[in-house]
């Protein structure tokens, strides 16, 4: 099978290559040039078979075959479910082969095709030529392609914890510039995620690191979204630590225990002013 497929670098920012393994980003790939870019009809065993653009009638063997080594049946087999889940592809099986449909194909697959569509000769083979190099040169229609991959992305119940971490960092900002513009919470929401799952941080220290660069006359500035806090947040733990550690010292020299140097131990009383104190309190009128 002859020909290319577009593959948009947005992908490399999405759940579904970031959160995949080396072996299912291998399927994914294979799985792309595996599928048919065009209509396609033929017969095998006596049965008729007709596939559309986006889709490929085949097999797990064939596709371990077509990734090459290193993949096996069971990566396949849950690499196929898993590129279920997230929207990528469908997956019809039955007892003879497997039907595997790229979702969304022709959104993405098809657009600028009319470059080279109903020319010939020589105005054909020009435009071969700069197809050639089109994934250096920016389309003119990219800004309406629609990335397929990963059209059913992961949505954030507001109610969750990085959801709840956006909201927080948002509110913080706009008690600062009440007219901060809104943001997606979607993605900011995702962007926490990947903090608490991926830098392993902890919500609760996420919360105070939010709070203190909100409050501090520098960093208020600086960190407006959850990418810069993340980019940032290994200097601002470092920075909070440093100013806790002055207030410590601030604490402890204004409430030291410690007896003043110039501090004298008290001299005992002598006779002659006993008897002068015990004079005062017979003169006492209770």
Not at 221 to 246: C, E, F, G, H
Not at 271 to 281: A, G, L, S, V
Request: net charge positive; proline share 4%; hydrophobic share 30%.
């Amino acid at each position: 099978m002859l020909g290319w497929v577009k593959l948009y670098r947005d992908l490399l920012h999405k759940p579904i290559w970031i959160e995949s393994t080396p072996e299912q980003k291998t399927i994914l790939i294979t799985l792309l040039l595996m599928v048919n870019h065009q209509e396609k009809q033929w017969e095998w065993q006596g049965e008729p078979y007709n596939v559309t653009a986006g889709q490929v009638i085949t097999s797990l063997e064939s596709i371990v075959e077509k990734c090459g080594k290193g993949i096996s049946i069971q990566n396949v087999r849950t690499a196929i479910k898993r590129f279920e889940k997230f929207g990528f592809l469908t997956n019809e099986s039955t007892n003879k082969n497997r039907l595997i449909t790229i979702n969304n194909w022709e959104d993405y697959q098809n657009n600028g095709d009319g470059l080279t569509s109903n020319l010939t000769g020589g105005q054909q083979s020009i435009n071969n030529r700069l197809t050639t190099n089109k994934n250096d040169k920016k389309l003119k229609n990219d800004k309406e392609v629609k990335d397929s991959y990963c059209r059913k992305s992961k949505t954030y119940d507001e109610k969750s914890i990085p959801y709840q971490l956006a909201l927080r960092l948002l509110n913080n900002i706009r008690e600062n510039n009440p007219g901060f513009k809104e943001p997606n919470l979607q993605k900011w929401s995702d962007d926490f995620r990947l903090m608490i799952e991926r830098d392993n941080r902890l919500p609760e220290e996420i919360s105070t690191v939010i709070d203190w660069c909100q409050q501090d006359s520098f960093w208020k500035t600086n960190i407006l979204s959850p990418s810069k806090l993340r980019k940032q947040y290994d200097q601002l733990v470092l920075k909070i630590q440093t100013s806790r550690n002055v207030i410590r010292k601030k604490s402890q020299q204004h409430f030291s225990l410690d007896r003043p140097s110039h501090w004298e131990e008290p001299k005992p009383i002598t006779k002659d002013e006993f008897e002068k104190m015990k004079e005062w309190e017979d003169e006492l009128p209770f």
